[in-house]
């Protein structure tokens, strides 16, 4: 008896833990820019530093899923992709990597606003940074997945590691377990 291969998930679960990182930011943003008085601004900034903080820190962990789950895709026999909802439109480079590209922007002028806002000295990472420039290649090189109906389709950066690949998937579901993307950070050297 032959067991028949019945496909590979887009997303292995990630999509209830995300959220629009530009339309987050963008809000909380306005939300703070409504209040004229610095001292206001100030104390509405302080409200939502560590909530923006925490928001990347979420999107960089959910990048890094991606990694880890489209390196662990490879390794296994070819197989359909399943609900991947990019498949078949039109390619957008722009669009595609509008998200990240904010994301980048914001490493560099959140770091400003805290030396603005609250007077403190800070910086991302250096390697989350990095993560955000692989993640973008690995978006622009399969065109935002629009050709991508099979696993086989998938390309990845020559900076993604895949030596323990077929281990990823356990990652992911520990972590899809404690509902929380951002510990994903944990395997940041794993990945790249």
């Not at 991606?66 to 078949?88: D, M, R, V």
């Not at 973008?136 to 935002?144: D, P, R, S, T, W």
Request: glycine share 4%.
């Amino acid at each position: 008896m032959t067991t028949s291969l019945k496909g590979l998930e887009f997303d292995p679960g990630f999509a209830p833990y995300i959220l629009a990182f530009q339309g987050t930011i963008e809000y909380l943003y306005m939300d703070l820019n409504r209040f004229k008085n610095f001292s206001q601004k100030k104390l509405k900034f302080m409200q939502y530093n560590k909530k923006m903080i925490e928001i990347f820190d979420n999107n960089i962990g959910f990048y890094i899923g991606c990694l880890l789950w489209a390196a662990y895709i490879k390794t296994q026999p070819k197989q359909e992709i399943l609900s991947n909802h990019c498949f078949g439109k039109t390619y957008n480079e722009e669009e595609n990597t509008s998200e990240t590209d904010f994301m980048i922007q914001f490493t560099e002028l959140f770091p400003k606003d805290m030396k603005y806002f609250i007077g403190k000295n800070f910086s991302f990472e250096e390697e989350k940074i990095r993560l955000l420039k692989v993640y973008k290649e690995f978006l622009i090189i399969n065109k935002g997945f629009v050709e991508s109906k099979y696993n086989t389709d998938i390309i990845l950066p020559e900076s993604v590691k895949t030596e323990n690949a077929t281990e990823y998937k356990d990652i992911i579901d520990k972590t899809l377990k404690t509902e929380d993307l951002s510990k994903l950070i944990e395997q940041l050297s794993t990945v790249i």
